[in-house]
């Protein structure tokens, strides 16, 4: 038993609600347990009780023992004298409010199913990396698909303040955002920062006089990456130094790219031309996102970067990335900061609409019989895991409370 455990409880009104009494022998009637606080004060307020024949609306305070509150120094705290009743596990001492009231003692041990409280045991004592993985043998119930759809969301939502985070650093301009943003998602996990660092040497106001300029844009951005090579290429790091001293470009220090354990297809030489490619094609980015309808638009617009240019083309699986890690990232960003539903509506309707990733979090979920039906479910597994299942959030995950409270036996 713990406190994180006794929060659930009373919030979802798992306890005997028969013959309810305080400490102090008063009738009790919970009229709306209150709304959960995760921040500092009272752990639940506006919580609505009647006490007798007298009705209090205040916080709720949750303990494993009275004692808690003396111990966490809550009747030093002003923040506590509206709370209007104390909730316990074990009732082992009075406490007062700040003010010197007595406080309402309310305890729920002797009211809590037995089997709750032995299903949450094992989830809390199970060594697995996913702790519910044992219980479900393989047939996850509709709570699971349910639970991957709100955590892909939530990691949507993640990123969008990352987003919004960038956007107050480029003082609004949307285009600059972008231009980093998708930089980053070409460098994929393994060079993600070294291009968002070669995106940052090189704004977008720069890229964009650029982009009608081939042999410069070339320059510019394997010079800034510091891939040119001076004795081989020697027009190449000319146009470079001429492209430098015009626009006062500063050479990147210390960037290392990675290429170990690497497909030839996968090295920064390749990603950076594809990705100037892109630039000279579409040089509108942010806007012609913001106008595709469907996916299939989508890939057909991406597709034609590379088409007859003698460049090695990304596979459909790299597009997948990108597009699911750098374009519907920042179409949902814009669409929630300018308060448009249908672009948000829009880009899940794309994930649900892509086959799922292929990576190992994917593969370990599908091997305890949670398969990704798509992108959206497999974007799903990989917030599941960091957000609910590393820290154990049982109780804050759908499929943990399925399990604690409607699971067959």
């Known amino acids: 038993m713990n406190e994180y455990l006794l929060h659930f409880i009373w919030r979802h009104r798992l306890y005997s609600t028969d013959d309810l009494s305080l400490e102090s022998g008063e009738k009790l009637l919970v009229l709306h347990p209150g709304f959960y ?11 609505l009780v009647r006490l007798d ?25 002003p923040a506590y004298n509206n709370v209007v009743l104390h909730v316990v596990w074990e009732h082992d001492t009075d406490a007062l409010r ?42 996850y119930p509709e709570a699971a698909w349910q639970m991957l759809e709100r955590a892909a969301i939530e ?12 956007l107050e650093q480029k003082q609004g301009d949307w ?10 998602a070409f460098g994929q996990r393994v060079n993600a ?16 006089k650029l982009v009608n300029h081939p042999a410069q844009l070339d320059a510019a951005l394997f010079g800034q990456a510091g891939l040119i090579l001076p004795q081989v290429e020697p027009g190449r790091i000319s146009e470079y130094r001429y492209v430098a001293r015009k626009y006062g470009l500063q050479p990147i220090t210390g960037l290392q790219w990675k290429r170990l354990r690497m497909y030839p297809s996968s090295f920064p030489e390749n990603r950076l031309q594809q990705l100037k490619l892109l630039l000279m094609a ?14 299939h638009e989508a890939y057909h617009y991406l597709r034609s970067a590379w088409q007859n240019t003698g460049t090695m083309e990304p596979g459909k699986d790299t597009i997948d990335r990108w597009l699911i890690n750098a374009v519907i990232p920042l179409v949902f960003a814009y669409g929630q900061f300018h308060q448009l539903p249908k672009l948000n509506e829009r880009m899940l309707r794309w994930l649900e609409e892509m086959k799922p990733e292929g990576n190992e979090m994917v593969r370990r979920y599908r091997n305890i019989g949670l398969s990704a039906g798509n992108a959206l479910h497999s974007q799903g597994i990989l917030m599941l895991h960091s957000l609910y299942c590393m820290p154990k959030r049982c109780l804050d995950c759908l499929i943990g409370q399925y399990w604690l409270t409607k699971a067959p036996p």
Not at 37 to 47: I, Q, S, T, V
């Open 98 to 139: 700040p003010d010197g009231s007595k406080l309402p003692v309310f305890t729920l041990s002797g009211r809590v199913n037995r089997r709750l409280l032995s299903r949450y045991r094992r989830l809390a004592q199970s060594a697995e990396g996913i702790a519910c993985s044992a219980m479900w043998k393989g047939h």
């Open 282 to 295: 579409h040089p509108r980015l942010l806007a012609d996102f913001l106008e595709l309808s469907t996916l």
């Open 53 to 77: 024949d007298t009705r209090w609306m205040g916080s709720v305070e949750i303990h494993m023992r009275s004692s808690d509150w003396m111990l966490h120094q809550h009747q030093n705290d």
């Open 37 to 47: 606080n995760r921040d500092a004060g009272p752990d639940f307020g506006e919580a």
């Open 193 to 208: 920062d070294a291009f968002t660092r070669l995106a940052e040497s090189l704004p977008w106001r720069i890229v964009q």
């Open 155 to 166: 990691r949507l939502e993640s990123r969008t303040y990352r987003i919004l985070e960038l």
């Open 175 to 184: 285009e600059s955002v972008c231009w980093e943003w998708l930089a980053r």
